[in-house]
């Protein structure tokens, strides 16, 4: 039978924020309390097979986290602020639930779900939602797929052609681990407090990484490099940030088809395959 909860996430979060202090804007904290966005995250965001774990990551005081035990699958929730905690530990203490009191950047979920694949789903704190992606698409062996509420902004870097001023290393990375869809746009008037900026759904379905022979790390190691001055030739860019010559990032740039004089934005991922095979074959990088 699945579970109901006699209040709304607005009135659920207004009566626990009132035995355990309010959002902190250090932890960057905006809580769900729109149901109808609560339940799209959950319905368009995750796959309808519950048989895999799933993790939760910033749930605040539990707006999300009642609509996700609903599901009946094993769940952890992970959450940096002990007053939370506090609150999560008390509403929850009937359910399935795993309550950690950690730093998200520091979850290894092979620990949490062993060599099972989980889905990872969370309203991200928006001050770190860059190392939080980073650290969780390095453990893509652990997980089939994110569904992540972000900032609009972020959003659009992670679904980013390349030729535009949002396409990025974020992009880069995103989109060579992943399928992205952005499921949909959410309000501030969603959230309490309400926050300054526009946020967005942001589905991840994860896939093996498309590089053939060239590891992951070193096409992000040239994309670093080329983006690192962003208004500079890639000649100039590959050449300072992976310390070779302007002669031979000519030569590798020329036998990829990529003009020297063009910039890191407008090379797509295959663009950085090509360089890189032959920065490989070259020698020139390892």
Not at 65 to 80: A, F, G, M, S
Not at 193 to 207: D, E, F, I, T
Request: aromatic share 6%; charged share 25%; glycine share 6%.
């Amino acid at each position: 039978m699945t579970k109901t909860f006699p209040e709304t996430a607005a009135q659920y979060t207004r009566r626990v924020l009132g035995y355990r202090g309010k959002a902190k804007k250090a932890l960057g904290q905006n809580f769900l309390i729109n149901d109808r966005v609560i339940e799209r995250i959950v319905a368009e965001g995750l796959p309808s097979d519950t048989a895999f774990p799933l993790v939760e990551i910033g749930p605040g005081p539990g707006g999300l986290t009642r609509e996700l035990i609903k599901r009946d699958q094993p769940l952890w929730v992970v959450e940096l602020d002990k007053e939370k905690v506090a609150i999560l530990k008390r509403e929850f203490t009937q359910d399935k639930i795993n309550i950690l009191n950690m730093d998200a950047l520091k979850l290894n979920l092979a620990e949490l779900w062993g060599d099972q694949k989980g889905w990872l789903i969370g309203n991200l704190p928006y001050y770190i939602t860059n190392p939080l992606l980073r650290h969780f698409l390095a453990q893509k062996d652990s997980l089939f797929g994110l569904t992540v509420m972000v900032q609009k902004e972020v959003a659009d870097r992670m679904l980013a052609p390349p030729g535009g001023k949002e396409y990025g290393l974020l992009s880069i990375a995103v989109q060579l681990a992943a399928e992205p869809l952005k499921l949909f746009e959410v309000s501030a008037t969603a959230f309490y407090p309400q926050p300054k900026v526009k946020s967005a759904v942001v589905k991840l379905v994860l896939r093996p990484y498309p590089g053939l022979e060239i590891e992951e790390s070193m096409l992000m190691r040239v994309a670093k490099a080329a983006f690192a001055q962003r208004r500079k030739t890639l000649l100039n860019t590959l050449s300072a940030g992976l310390g070779l010559t302007k002669n031979d990032i000519s030569m590798v740039l020329q036998q990829a088809g990529i003009e020297p004089k063009q910039r890191a934005e407008e090379l797509s991922i295959s663009d950085y395959q090509k360089i890189c095979q032959i920065l490989k074959h070259s020698g020139l990088l390892v």
